[in-house]
């Protein structure tokens, strides 16, 4: 089990092949107290050669002033092959009134998504999955969580959210999933973020325990190569 997202949706476009349109809009979607919606390029945008794909806030106009989510998404452009692989892209942007859309200008070239039998186009069917993170609904889940955040700074706070939005997903991994990298790697987000006045005992209490799941995994296998060692020294003793 991967990284689990605050909203997933699933977008199917009927007769894409046939489309003549230059963008294609989905429904709008709520996610972190705002709408958003998918827009996709059919024949790319700025990039020709390629389907763009393009994740966009709608309803700017009613957010409050100074508005901004700390989001983080991945896109997959379905393979309904199941013997072929998928094309996705990951992202983590900030947005605010500025900078209303992200997504990937070159997320599939069209070449590789018209192919016959290709599996990205099924009866003229195109598939889209979204899946969406925003830092924000962290805050609405752990409201005293940012009570003593220290940076003033503006790039600073965002490399903070940044940072936590990275260190959420690594402990959603599954234990199976989960590598001694992925633990030393969160240990140190936590103490960056801790050092920067965020209250994530919640996150220390995940991260002890996938510690403690991850510790169990080790000390099997460490056990397995005691017994084969032992099994290879006793034949070893036999071939002597």
């Known amino acids: 089990m991967g990284k689990q997202y605050e ?10 092949s046939s489309s003549n349109s230059e963008k294609i809009c989905s429904d709008q ?3 972190g107290g705002c709408k958003w919606r998918l ?7 700025a990039q020709s050669n390629y389907l763009s794909l393009i ?12 508005w901004r989510r700390h989001t983080k998404f991945r896109l997959t452009v379905v393979n309904q092959l199941p013997e072929k692989l998928s094309q996705v892209q990951e992202a983590q942007e900030l947005y605010d009134q500025k900078n209303l859309a992200w997504g ?6 069209l070449t590789k998504l018209h ?16 899946e969406v993170e925003s830092v924000e609904s962290l805050f609405k889940k752990h409201p005293n969580m940012a009570s003593k955040l220290c940076p003033k700074n503006s790039h600073l706070r965002t490399a903070c959210l940044n940072v936590l939005l990275s260190l959420t997903e690594i402990l959603c991994k599954s234990s199976q999933e989960l590598s001694n990298g992925d633990l030393a790697d969160a240990c140190s987000a936590l103490r960056y973020l801790t ?6 005992d919640w996150l220390e209490k995940k991260l002890k325990e996938a510690g403690e799941t991850r510790m169990q995994g080790i000390e ?11 099994d290879m020294d006793a034949l070893l003793e036999f071939l002597r």
Do not use: H, Q, R
């Not at 099997?220 to 060692?229: G, V, Y």
């Open 115 to 130: 192919a016959k039998d290709g599996g990205f186009l099924v009866d003229g069917e195109l598939k889209i999955v979204a």
């Open 39 to 45: 827009e996709v390029y059919p024949k790319g945008n």
């Open 55 to 66: 994740l966009v806030v709608t309803d700017s106009g009613a957010l409050p002033c100074g």
């Open 104 to 109: 990937f200008l070159a997320m599939l070239n």
């Open 220 to 230: 099997e296998e460490l056990k397995d190569l005691k017994n084969k060692c032992s």
């Open 195 to 200: 050092k920067a006045g965020l209250k994530l």
């Open 29 to 31: 979607f709520v996610v």
């Open 7 to 16: 909203k997933k949706i699933t977008w199917t476009i009927k007769n894409f």
